[in-house]
């Protein structure tokens, strides 16, 4: 496609539920990230992509978190035992990465999936 | 630790008037600053950008100056129209190495433009 898909737009889970959050960013992009904004925050950054492997997963808040590029394109990030305080828009971002020219690094943002943990 | 702020919730301006939304940061390690727009339910538009080693980047009716001593940036947009009505974010990079792109953002500025 075009740009970066993200799915589902909404997501309504129970308490102690697992979910996964799809990102599929656009065609060539080698750098995927995961954000999470909150309600009257800015985006928060959690992992950064550099094709298949995870070069800096230092936003994760904790090891309930966890996401994966398997094949260097499509993302999942999966949520154990979601709690309600991971109620949040989470974002998927991806952008062209070549050598070291500042003008690759422009990240280009999904619509987003709205979580919500009841 | 926030280390992009910015400082006001929301601006309101008559249309066709200047635009003017400012960004602070604690970090000095950043060294790549962007501004995003967002409208509701849409993922952050990236809008302009400029690297530490300019002071101004201009795009058409959008310019952003980056005052380095003071650790500050601003975007000026002129004039303003009412298509120009989101929530703006500030966002910095360090840049190199493992960090590359890695953004961190401030809270955010709605911006209404009234006609």
């Known amino acids: 496609g075009a740009g970066v898909s993200q799915t589902p737009s909404n997501k309504v889970t129970e308490k102690g539920k697992y979910v996964e959050l799809r990102c599929d960013p656009i065609s060539g992009h080698t750098a995927l990230y995961w954000y999470r904004q909150s309600l009257g925050q800015g985006p928060e950054f959690l992992i950064y992509f550099q094709g298949t492997g995870a070069a800096d997963d230092s936003g994760l808040p904790n090891d309930r978190f966890f996401a994966v590029r398997p094949e260097g394109s499509v993302s999942t990030l999966k949520i154990q035992r979601t709690e309600r305080g991971d109620s949040a828009v989470y974002l998927c971002?991806?952008?062209?990465?070549?050598?070291?020219?500042?003008?690759?690094?422009?990240?280009?943002f999904g619509q987003g999936t709205r979580l919500t943990v009841v | 630790d926030q280390q992009v702020k910015q400082n006001s919730p929301s601006l309101s301006v008559q249309e066709g008037r200047i635009s003017i939304l400012n960004c602070d940061y604690t970090?000095?390690?950043?060294?790549?600053f962007l501004w995003y727009k967002k409208y509701p339910a849409e993922g952050p538009t990236f809008l302009i950008s400029i690297s530490s080693i300019k002071d101004k980047n201009e795009d058409g009716r959008f310019t952003v100056f980056l005052n380095k001593s003071a650790k500050h940036l601003s975007l000026h947009i002129v004039p303003s129209q009412p298509g120009d009505s989101a929530v703006y974010f500030c966002a910095a990079s360090a840049g190199g190495g493992t960090s590359y792109g890695k953004l961190t953002f401030g809270q955010g500025t709605i911006l209404t433009v009234h006609p």
């Open positions: 971002a991806s952008s062209l990465i070549g050598g070291t020219g500042w003008s690759n690094t422009e990240a280009f």
């Open positions: 970090n000095s390690m950043f060294d790549y």
